[in-house]
């Protein structure tokens, strides 16, 4: 999946939906992450990493955790475009994933797998090869974090985990201790309620 943003486009409505439809290319800056809190029918978090222009994308329903000990589920989902980084506001009912979107963390990231005798691994080689170990600078979420892909097929299954390193950290619960927007310190109500008319559904 990675490189093509064909899944991405082919799922949304653009005359509906303010999400981003992908025409713009970042370059020259380190790569990004984000994690972005989701209500669609079941909250989750949505984990994007930025590589070769994509955010290739994971769904994790219980969102990232600072204890190595936590295992959490992440399923692989279509690649976003880069512009979904900045990306918070409602997508309206009857869209692809209608329901309120934050920017809960954001931030750069480095590929770790790299100085420990994996220089070769990038990161599409480590995704293709399912494991992908990242040192996440955001303002919540710090330090290495890994996705491990433990079934293949149509949906792909992985596991999303701190690793073990001064950033470990199994007293804090990240999501439920600082719950508010990374970018406009928003609570998901009041991006909801801030929401214009153009994000809500046409009636
Ligand atoms: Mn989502």
């Known amino acids: 999946m990675t490189g093509t943003l ?6 949304r ?3 509906k939906t303010k999400e981003p439809t992908g025409g713009n290319v970042r370059s020259g800056q380190d790569p990004a992450f984000v994690i972005q809190k989701h209500a669609s029918a079941h909250l989750h978090y949505d984990v994007r990493l930025e590589i070769d222009g994509v955010l290739v994308s994971w769904a994790v329903p219980k969102g990232p955790s600072a204890d190595p000990a936590v295992r959490r589920l992440a399923i692989r989902t279509e690649d976003h475009p880069p512009d979904y980084l900045g990306f918070e506001g409602v997508i309206p009912e009857g869209e692809y994933g209608a329901g309120t979107v934050m920017v809960w963390d954001t931030g750069v990231y480095r590929n770790i797998r790299a100085g420990k005798g994996e220089e070769s691994m990038d990161m599409a080689g480590s995704v293709r090869d399912g494991k992908v170990e990242v040192w996440l600078e955001g303002s919540k979420v710090s ?3 890994a996705f491990i892909r433990t079934r293949g097929g149509e949906k792909p299954a992985w596991l999303f985990f701190k690793m073990a390193d001064e950033k470990a950290d199994p007293g804090i619960d990240l999501t439920g201790s600082m719950p508010d927007s990374a970018l406009t310190g928003r609570s998901m109500e009041e991006i ?3 929401a214009g008319d153009g994000d809500r559904k046409k009636t």
């Open 192 to 194: 909801e309620r801030e």
């Open 13 to 15: 409505d653009f005359s």
């Open 143 to 145: 330090g290495g974090y």
């Open 6 to 11: 064909d899944e991405y486009r082919r799922k």
